[in-house]
């Protein structure tokens, strides 16, 4: 049963509800069988990143490896996109080395013009506006605490950054529901809110009380550095810490898609606490990144 996907995962315009569940099966079947293939063998992925990562970057490169294929860093420093050389000029020598590329950008664009002008496959591994990937081992590690996603009810409090936007994107195609509160100004896109039918407030309490999950990010993303001190002020009110987690549903359980910011979105208690699955999902990072490759690379 071959399952057919765009050729780009940029984020999930032009999936439906079967290529979503069909993927995330997948991920499922090789997290279960401790998946080691030849499926991709002698073919290797670009990582092309303008930004640090630990998972992102680990996770693709082990998938990639589990699969019998290969992955390359290259760094923006080496790469220089738009500055060294430009992102068409990128995306027309890569598609001549490799078989995918897989791209950390600061902007949206950089990834749309590099899956524009490349003929391989390209993954957004993160960008101002999405984190699909992210949103994929979010959905897995719900599943696993709940057994589904069907009325199940996701608390977010912070940014309404990427992350958010991507699990914004998600969660009406397997019937999650979201209540988002952020500090005014911090809004996500509220077309992605409306589409996933969200409960949205200020409030970060009405948010929390009796929700399944509650999941944070950091209240400053990369790139966002300058605005450091504003956010610091913007965002009181709005740490998730064990009085927050308190008004969770009795199974209800803590998320952040790492890395945390300890002292400003969340606590170390939280992280490590007995309500968190930030590990558990940082590990479905891998499961979901395998499959994820593994269809859209064969
Ligand atoms: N969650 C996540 O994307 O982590 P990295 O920034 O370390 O890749
Ligand atoms: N919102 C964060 C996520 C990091 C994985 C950022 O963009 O920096």
């Excluded at 998946?35 to 063998?41: F, M, T, V």
């Excluded at 930004?51 to 790469?79: C, F, I, W």
């Excluded at 170390?268 to 999902?281: I, K, L, P, T, Y």
């Amino acid at each position: 049963d071959a399952l057919t996907l765009p050729k780009d995962l940029l984020d999930f315009s032009g999936y439906g509800p079967k290529e979503l569940l069909a993927l995330l099966a997948l991920a499922e079947r090789l997290k279960k069988e401790r998946y080691r293939g030849e499926d991709l063998k002698g073919k290797v992925l670009a990582l092309l990143f303008e930004k640090p990562s630990l998972r992102t970057r680990t996770t693709l490169e082990v998938a990639m490896l589990h699969l019998g294929g290969h992955a390359v860093y290259l760094d923006q420093k080496q790469v220089g996109i738009g500055e060294r050389e430009p992102v068409r000029d990128i995306a027309k020598n890569l598609e001549r080395f490799v078989e995918g590329i897989a791209a950390r950008v600061y902007r949206h664009e950089t990834v749309e013009a590099l899956a524009r002008h490349a003929r391989v496959p390209v993954v957004n591994a993160l960008s101002d506006r999405a984190h699909p990937l992210q949103a994929l081992a979010d959905l897995l590690t719900l599943k696993e605490a709940f057994g589904g996603w069907e009325g199940i009810e996701v608390a977010w409090v912070g940014d309404g950054n990427n992350v958010l936007n991507s699990l914004l994107e998600v969660a009406p195609l397997v019937g999650l529901r979201v209540r988002v509160a952020t500090p005014r100004g911090y809004e996500p896109d509220p077309l992605l809110l409306k589409r996933a039918n969200a409960h949205f407030t200020h409030d970060p309490k009405e948010a929390v009380l009796g929700a399944h999950a509650l999941y944070t990010d950091v209240w400053t993303s990369m790139g966002q550095e300058d605005e450091r001190e504003k956010r610091l002020r913007d965002f009181q009110g709005f740490q998730v810490n064990g009085e927050l987690l308190k008004l969770l549903h009795p199974e209800g359980i803590f998320l952040h898609c790492l890395p945390a910011h300890y002292g400003e979105e969340t606590t170390e208690e939280a992280v490590h606490g007995e309500r968190s699955r930030v590990f558990d999902q940082a590990e479905n990072r891998l499961h979901t990144a395998k499959a994820v490759l593994l269809t859209l690379l064969k």
